[in-house]
């Protein structure tokens, strides 16, 4: 998160490339919408990978939380 102009700012990085998520009053707003994509995006991948990654790990991405202490 990065603050500008008493607003925080939330940014995921995708690919090496930073996709920015928008700005927000607190930093705890930001990073509740950063969780929501970070979240979305393993999601995504656990997808595309399914049946070439082992079971276990599937089910790891698909129940995975990121915290706010990570």
Not at 34 to 53: M, P, Q, S, T
Request: without cysteine; positive net charge.
């Amino acid at each position: 998160m990065k603050k500008k102009k008493d607003k925080y700012r939330a940014v995921l990085n995708i690919d090496g490339k930073n996709v920015k998520l928008g700005h927000f009053n607190t930093p705890e707003e930001a990073f509740m919408e950063y969780k929501r994509h970070k979240e979305a995006l393993i999601i995504v991948i656990a997808d595309k990978y399914k049946g070439k990654i082992p079971d276990k790990v599937y089910e790891t991405m698909m129940n995975w939380k990121i915290d706010i202490n990570d």
